[in-house]
């Protein structure tokens, strides 16, 4: 027996396990970490990825890896930021690393074809079948059997016939093209003197490498795009072996982005959101782990691509709640994205017309740069904000729209401008019940009122996708021709609209439309050709677009959104609202956007008109501070459920019962969240405030070590929940 040094390899695996597991590595086998393995799992052979090595006294009976899989290793950023964040979120390493390796799927190895040339040199037998294929090949010059054959008409035997009689030569090579090289000096628009400002810091802080972090705060139209694409620019100048993520709303990820990617530099950036195809996924995935996609757009999930090194990261829109992923594993991009960024030593830009409170309060606190662009770019100015007050001024009974706010559409619409109308409900009315015996239609997992779809006829619920068809009858009671409609959804705002002005084109722009994101790409074209007067959108019609001839934004109901007891309703309806008004007055027209509310003295909607925003942030930090809520404490919530309503009563009375005492740590709860019943399961909620001193994950880790639930019950720790 010779004494040499054994080798272990820690393996990690994309599943449910609480730790890496141990392996010897075989004699004659290399492994470094990152590299995807097969090695024996219970009574299988699984797939997981080496995250450390080390040598081995030999004293524990390992067993052996199975195999090295090929393909590029993970990059050890990835490894770092997996351990960080399984730690943060409180969750199992593998299923962080499940969420990057994205199935199986990901690490087959990349597809190849085969392609065909003249070899120069005489076949050892020329028959005149052959003689087509070789006038072919010196006609195609490169091209698949398929492509020879075709063009020579002949089967595709004869193609390798040649191949080994001498004719052509044959060559494998990646079937997938590879993106193309960005180009920084490709030409942008000549900068403002206020952007060219803000893209100087932003190219010294990219310059100088190491981690940063910049809020970019510009109003709506200032140009922000422009400026973050001169640091993406020195990113590529500069870091000539790093990758730059961009990541942007799902619902602004449009062809026009990626098009201005494309006039900027050159070639269009990889894309990741969730309309690619298995196939395109596989395609980015590979390319951004094999280091050749230096540009990556991506939706909130591109934060798990497995980069090899990044030197920027732009997260656009840094305020959007849709950055919160907030079922199955749980995470705030923007934060992750900064702790990313920071693994890598990479440069972090956040832009946005209205920035978190969170990010807001990095800047005054000097940890992150503060640029400001509060000008929009050439003419354009801001939008005139004002309000209609309901009490004054109501709609006529059954109708929406104020008369000041037809006024105005009149006004608008003969001027031969567009308005676009705002109300974040869509399908035709919130609720639905029997005028006879006060029957409400509700979804039947989670008690809330079904929506009215007039154009499908069916009614809906939005949280479960469960839907039926409207019927003529009560349920309840048989009565006919009795059922209600109440309230209003963008349906039948659009009604309305069409009945006042019959001449106007009016198109409704919701997630509900029929045709999906091509017909959501067919009505913004048409938007910008103006070919469209009234526009009645939800939140998608909110954000990002750039309409020039849209000179009112009329929003129809600016309370929605401020009721309930979510302490960030405030800052999200001010946002929401900011954005919206942003849509109006673009190109050189003044753009004017008018709020209907019962509450015009509400601080979020009083500093909108005042144009007054560090007003209302003051409010709202200070109101935040004193509860000691984000940003200026921890929090996180715990989400208890279970198939009956008295397990998840006795579970989350347990959950309570063994809360680990600490100081500056608070338990508010159980109560019942706002939907106490979903998808067939009880539901209860605690909420964990915590001084920002404390480890809040670590706290929530040493709870979860000492609780016992059944496995029935279903605990989801929440860090950094968006709304509560
Ligand atoms: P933001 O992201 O701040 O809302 P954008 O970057 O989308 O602003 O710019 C708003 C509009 O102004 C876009 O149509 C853009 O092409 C245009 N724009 C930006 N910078 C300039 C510039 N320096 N000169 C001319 N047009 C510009």
Redesign the pocket.
């Known amino acids: 027996m010779t004494d040499a040094l054994k080798i272990r390899a820690a393996v990690q695996f994309p599943m449910p396990l609480p730790e890496a597991f141990d392996y010897a590595v075989p004699d004659g086998m290399e492994v470094r970490p990152g590299d995807h393995v097969h090695a024996p799992l219970g009574p299988r052979s699984a797939r997981g990825v080496v995250w450390s090595v080390a040598h081995d006294d030999g004293s524990r009976n390992l067993k052996p890896l199975d195999g090295l899989i090929g393909g590029a290793p993970l990059a050890e950023g990835n490894l770092a930021f997996i351990d960080w964040a399984s730690k943060y979120l409180v969750q199992l390493p593998g299923n962080v690393l499940r969420a990057m390796l994205r199935g199986e799927d990901a690490l087959r190895p990349s597809p190849v074809e085969t392609v065909y040339r003249p070899s120069g040199e005489e076949p050892t037998r020329l028959t005149e079948a052959r003689q087509r294929v070789l006038d072919a090949a010196d006609l195609l010059g490169e091209a698949s059997a398929a492509d020879l054959a075709r063009e020579a008409g002949v089967s595709s035997g004869v193609v390798s016939g040649l191949v080994k009689a001498g004719g052509l030569v044959a060559e494998e090579r990646p079937a997938d093209p590879p993106f193309a090289d960005p180009d920084p000096e490709g030409e942008g ?4 003197e206020l ?1 060219a400002d803000a893209a100087a810091t932003l190219r010294r802080l990219v310059r100088a490498g190491g981690f940063q972090s910049a809020l970019l705060d ?9 400026v973050y694409f001169e640091a993406i620019a020195e990113a590529l100048r500069t870091h000539s072996d790093g990758q730059i993520l961009v990541l942007l709303p799902e619902i602004a990820l449009t062809q026009a982005i990626m098009a201005r990617f494309k006039e900027r530099f050159g070639a269009e950036p990889a894309e990741w959101h969730s309309g690619l195809n298995p196939k395109q996924r596989r395609r980015v995935w590979r390319e951004i782990n094999e280091g050749r996609a230096r540009i990556v757009v991506g939706a909130r999930s591109a934060l798990f691509l497995p980069f090899r090194k990044l030197s920027l990261v732009v997260v656009d829109e840094e305020h959007d709640p849709t950055y919160k992923q907030g079922e199955g594993l749980t995470y705030q991009a923007r934060d992750l994205a900064v702790a990313r960024a920071k693994i890598d030593g990479a440069t972090v830009i956040l ?1 946005s ?1 209205t920035p978190s409170l969170e990010s807001l309060a990095n800047a005054r606190a000097g940890r992150y740069v503060h640029i400001r ?1 509060p000008a929009r ?2 003419a354009a100015v801001l939008p005139d904000i004002s309000t209609i007050d309901l009490r004054e001024t109501p709609a006529e009974a059954g109708r929406w729209l104020s008369p000041p706010m037809v006024e105005a559409m009149a006004e608008t619409f003969e001027r031969g401008e567009q308005t676009l109308l705002y109300l974040n409900r869509r399908g035709y009315a919130p609720l639905v019940l029997c005028r006879a015996c006060g029957h409400r239609f509700q979804s039947p997992d989670t008690d809330t009122p079904l929506v009215e779809h007039r154009y499908t006829g069916r009614l809906v619920c939005h949280l479960t996708g469960f839907s039926m068809p409207k019927p003529d009858t009560c349920p309840d009671c048989g009565a006919k021709d009795s059922l209600t409609s109440v309230g209003p959804g963008v349906e039948r705002v659009a009604e309305e609209a069409k009945a006042l002005f019959p001449q106007a084109v009016v198109e409704i722009f919701s997630s509900d439309i029929s045709g999906g994101g091509e017909a959501l790409r067919d009505l913004i074209a048409r938007m910008e050709r103006s070919e469209i007067d009234i526009l009645v959108g939800t939140q998608i019609a909110a954000k990002g677009h ?1 309409f020039p001839n849209l000179t009112l934004v009329g929003v129809v109901d600016a309370d929605l959104g401020l009721a309930g007891g979510d302490p960030r309703a405030g800052e999200r309806t001010y946002q929401t609202l900011v954005q919206v008004a942003g849509r109006a007055g ?1 190109a050189d027209r003044k753009g004017r956007a008018i709020l209907q509310t019962h509450d015009p003295d509400h601080d979020a909607i009083a500093a909108l008109v005042a144009g007054d925003r560090d007003r209302f942030l003051d409010v709202e930090s200070q109101a935040r501070e004193m509860l000691g809520l984000p940003p200026y404490g921890r929090l996180a919530s715990i989400v208890v459920s279970a198939e009956s309503e008295d397990k998840v009563i006795a579970a989350a009375a347990e959950l309570a019962r063994t809360a680990p005492r600490a100081d500056g740590v608070e338990i508010w709860g159980p109560a019942e969240p706002r939907y106490g019943v979903l998808r067939g399961r009880w539901r209860r909620r605690l909420l964990v405030r915590a001084d920002k001193s404390v480890d809040i994950s670590a706290y929530l880790a040493s709870w979860k070590a000492r609780v016992k639930i059944p496995a029935s019950v279903r605990v989801v720790m929440d860090v950094d929940p968006y709304s509560f």
Request: hydrophobic content about 40%.
């Open positions: 628009l000549a900068l403002t952007q510009g109003v709506t139209g200032s140009g922000k795009t422009e832009a017309a662009l770019i050439g750039n673009r």
